[in-house]
């Protein structure tokens, strides 16, 4: 009878480790511009996030060329995307992410989105500038932005990702049970979501509330379906290996005005998005290791991660090659005189 009680409460503590785990998602303040100056010797890339898209840009650039191809999650880089019936080129200019000093918090992500003064709904939304990678592995960054590729360059199945640590990425999630945003309110009546993307690639849409306050608040969302007490679970087996972790990734905010408020332009300010959420998988001492037997989860990572970056070097290469196309002159070049033509 003890020997059944003591096995009863190890399943319970077992059980109850897998739940209300915390970690941010993504923390603004890390996202700082800190290497690769401009003319004006202003940072405009952000070290721990760069990413190198040279090697899928293909043999027809030059060397000189590729060594520009560079981008990385700083937050003047980030996207304002609006609704198709408010892309004006007016509205779309006027809509960006820009640092900002917070005396509280220190660099926050400050956000101008410049919708339509007509009544009408509308809609932003404010996006990373590349899929955030879920696989990438970790490496060293120089101040020219050069990344030290690992020596195996492949993943790894120990350790953390580049993403990870409220750079986008949390691993082993399962069910979620709270998100938070602090989120700095101007007394908008918008309405504002999380956009979280799940290892299946699909997108959830996690409505925050509204932004009608002022100075900083924490939005929460309570999942409604979260199951608090074991005994109330579903209890279900499942093969432990060769199953890969999933993950959540952050996909961007969306932003809503509704036709009877006010348009024109919305401001606002983020600091940080964080999660809690049960593990997918408890971590065990096990006495195989399977995965350096096999390396199943490791193919199928390398592989993801391949897939990743040829869909990330893509999309950055058509915007490489637009920015080359666009024009740079601002006025015209003044017409010669007759005695200088002579």
Do not use: C
């Not at 409460?9 to 303040?29: N, Q, T, V």
């Not at 840009?57 to 191809?69: C, D, H, I, L």
């Not at 060293?140 to 993403?163: L, V």
């Not at 666009?326 to 070049?333: C, G, L, P, Y």
């Amino acid at each position: 009878m003890k020997r059944i009680f003591i096995l009863v409460a190890i399943a319970l503590f077992a059980a109850g480790s897998l739940f209300a785990d915390e970690a941010i998602l993504i923390d603004f303040s890390k996202l700082v511009a800190d290497i690769i100056p401009n003319q004006d010797d202003a940072p405009t890339q952000n070290r721990a996030t760069m990413m190198d898209y040279a090697n899928v840009a293909g043999g027809s650039f030059t060397t000189e060329q590729k060594s520009v191809m560079k981008t990385s999650l700083a937050i003047p880089n980030w996207e304002v995307v609006l609704a198709s019936s408010s892309r004006t080129v007016d509205n779309q200019i006027r809509s960006y992410t820009v640092e900002a000093p917070s005396k509280q918090f220190g660099t926050v992500m400050g956000v101008r989105v410049h919708f339509p003064v007509e009544p009408f709904h509308s809609w932003a939304i404010i996006k990373p500038p590349f899929d955030i990678p879920a696989f990438e592995a970790s490496a060293e960054i120089d101040d020219e932005g050069n990344i030290q590729e690992p020596e195996s360059g492949e993943f790894t199945n120990t350790g953390s990702t580049r993403f990870e640590d409220g750079f986008g990425v949390i691993k082993n999630v399962g069910t979620i049970k709270s998100v938070a945003v602090n989120a700095y309110g101007l007394n908008f009546p918008h309405s504002l979501a999380v956009i979280l993307v799940d290892s299946q690639g699909n997108e959830q849409y996690v409505n925050m509330g509204y932004l009608n306050y002022d100075g900083w608040g924490e939005l929460r969302w309570d999942n409604p379906s979260y199951v608090v007490h074991v005994r109330n679970r579903e209890l279900r087996l499942y093969p432990l290996y060769p199953k890969s972790t999933p993950f959540i990734k952050f996909g961007g905010f969306l932003v809503q005005r509704d036709a009877a408020n006010e348009g024109g332009d919305f401001i606002t300010y983020f600091k940080d998005v964080k999660v809690i959420y049960d593990k997918a998988v408890l971590e065990t001492d096990r006495d195989i290791d399977d995965e350096s037997l096999w390396n199943i989860i490791r193919d199928r990572e390398n592989a993801k991660k391949a897939w990743e970056m040829s869909r990330f070097g893509q999309n950055q290469v058509l915007r490489y090659l637009e920015s080359q196309k666009q024009a740079t002159e601002n006025s015209f070049t003044p017409t010669a005189t007759t005695n200088e033509q002579q």
